[in-house]
């Protein structure tokens, strides 16, 4: 009974934070708000050998980050990744290493996790909030990549899209461009998985009994929490991002900070995007929705378009959902998209 438990549990936290709802939320939308274009996928990615990321521990403000990254050896740009909730960048190596080829070394490409959204607990179970995630990302390119030359282009995924906004605000010398993948940026009063998991992460007792199950699982065989996530979780998950929910997601510190994160998430999105800011810089910011995501839903692409006219969104309709990092598929159709919209963004601003 205890291991159907966990699994029930894992799945519902892992449905909620990284999948779409179960149920259809589907919301007319005007297509004039749409920037509609046929994008071909270089499916050949997924068979041929490419430069894989590197994996490092960096030392942010005296936190110990994650990062992935590829260096080019002549970069005209540098692409960041900041990842959604959970944090894990391992979850973004498919994606990483993808837009990387697709770029054709023209840019260098790192992501940088949350501070304690990883495998070992290297700040003693400390929390971090929305906000403190943000100023560790401002830090990063503060101490990371502030001698670099080139333009820093922003990709930002989930909540991820929400920081890159701020890091916007506060780096707009360094940032050229903002990319918002399956956008979290406020609260979605009919999403009922929005509710679920707001409740449990408000309540301390809660949020840690639900960290100490799924962090039992941590104390199977390898081989077993493999399989059990793989067919709880991720049938259709790569390798990649079975490796990172075993490795990351079993941890305590990590689900415990997931959840602390999400509540803090919840207190700031109840208030409305910055409209001014976006408008401002409208030419500098587009955002890809999918159909049924209940983080970023439809009625969003369409009060963002009436209150900055104008701006560039689009619909991914390939069914990839909101998780699309954990599956190669998803990784490559996404990573292609960013690479079109870095393309014309070049492009035009060469003109």
Same mark, same amino acid.
């Given at each position: 009974?205890?291991?159907?438990?966990?699994?029930?549990?894992?799945?519902?936290?892992?449905?909620?934070?990284?999948?779409?709802?179960?149920?259809?939320?589907?919301?007319?939308?005007?297509? =004039?708000?749409?920037?509609?274009?046929?994008?071909?996928?270089?499916?050949?990615?997924?068979?041929?050998?490419?430069?894989? &990321?590197?994996?490092?521990?960096?030392?942010?403000?005296?936190?110990?980050?994650?990062?992935?990254?590829?260096?080019?050896?002549?970069? =005209?740009?540098?692409?960041? %990744?900041?990842?959604?909730?959970?944090?894990?960048?391992?979850?973004?190596?498919?994606?990483?290493?993808?837009?990387?080829?697709?770029?054709?070394?023209? @840019?260098?490409?790192?992501?940088?996790?949350?501070?304690?959204?990883?495998?070992?607990?290297?700040?003693?179970?400390?929390?971090?909030? %929305?906000?403190?995630?943000?100023?560790?990302?401002?830090?990063?390119?503060?101490?990371?990549?502030?001698?670099?030359?080139?333009?820093?282009?922003?990709?930002?995924?989930?909540?991820?899209?929400?920081?890159?906004?701020?890091?916007?605000?506060?780096?707009?010398?360094?940032?050229?461009?903002?990319?918002?993948?399956?956008?979290?940026?406020?609260?979605?009063?009919?999403?009922?998985?929005?509710?679920?998991?707001?409740?449990?992460?408000?309540?301390?007792?809660?949020?840690?009994?639900?960290?100490?199950?799924?962090?039992?699982?941590?104390?199977?065989?390898?081989?077993?929490?493999?399989?059990?996530?793989?067919?709880?979780?991720?049938?259709?998950?790569?390798?990649?991002?079975?490796? @990172?929910?075993?490795?990351?997601?079993?941890?305590?510190?990590?689900?415990?900070?997931?959840?602390?994160?999400?509540?803090?998430?919840?207190? =700031?999105?109840?208030? @409305?995007?910055?409209?001014?800011?976006?408008?401002?810089?409208?030419?500098?910011?587009?955002? %890809?929705?999918?159909?049924?995501?209940?983080?970023?839903?439809?009625?969003?692409?369409?009060?963002?378009? =009436?209150?900055?006219?104008?701006? &560039?969104?689009?619909?991914?309709?390939?069914?990839?959902?909101?998780?699309?990092?954990?599956?190669?598929?998803?990784?490559?159709?996404?990573?292609?998209?960013?690479?079109?919209?870095?393309?014309?963004?070049?492009?035009?601003?060469?003109?």
């Amino acid at each position: 009974m205890l291991p159907g438990l966990l699994v029930w549990t894992a799945r519902s936290l892992a449905h909620s934070v990284l999948l779409p709802p179960l149920a259809s939320t589907r919301t007319r939308f005007s297509a =004039k708000c749409l920037v509609n274009y046929s994008m071909t996928v270089n499916n050949n990615l997924l068979s041929k050998p490419i430069r894989r &990321a590197n994996f490092r521990l960096c030392n942010v403000s005296g936190y110990v980050s994650e990062v992935l990254e590829i260096r080019a050896e002549v970069p =005209k740009l540098h692409v960041l %990744l900041v990842p959604g909730n959970p944090g894990v960048v391992l979850f973004y190596k498919d994606f990483v290493e993808f837009l990387y080829e697709l770029l054709e070394g023209t @840019a260098s490409v790192t992501a940088i996790g949350h501070v304690s959204h990883s495998r070992k607990d290297s700040e003693h179970g400390r929390m971090f909030s %929305l906000q403190e995630q943000i100023d560790h990302k401002i830090d990063f390119i503060r101490e990371e990549l502030q001698n670099i030359q080139i333009p820093i282009v922003l990709v930002g995924h989930s909540i991820g899209s929400y920081i890159s906004i701020e890091i916007f605000k506060k780096s707009p010398e360094k940032v050229k461009y903002c990319i918002g993948l399956y956008p979290f940026l406020t609260l979605n009063p009919q999403s009922t998985n929005q509710l679920f998991i707001g409740k449990i992460a408000k309540s301390h007792v809660l949020a840690a009994a639900l960290s100490y199950l799924i962090a039992s699982l941590g104390l199977l065989p390898v081989q077993a929490l493999r399989f059990m996530v793989r067919k709880s979780l991720g049938k259709s998950w790569s390798v990649n991002a079975v490796e @990172a929910a075993c490795s990351h997601l079993s941890q305590y510190h990590t689900m415990r900070n997931v959840l602390y994160m999400a509540m803090t998430e919840f207190t =700031k999105l109840s208030e @409305a995007p910055d409209w001014t800011f976006m408008r401002e810089r409208k030419a500098q910011l587009t955002f %890809l929705f999918g159909v049924d995501d209940h983080w970023g839903p439809l009625n969003l692409l369409e009060e963002i378009s =009436k209150q900055v006219p104008g701006i &560039a969104v689009s619909i991914e309709r390939e069914n990839h959902t909101h998780g699309f990092c954990c599956t190669e598929a998803g990784s490559l159709w996404v990573a292609q998209h960013v690479a079109n919209c870095i393309k014309k963004q070049t492009a035009c601003t060469n003109q």
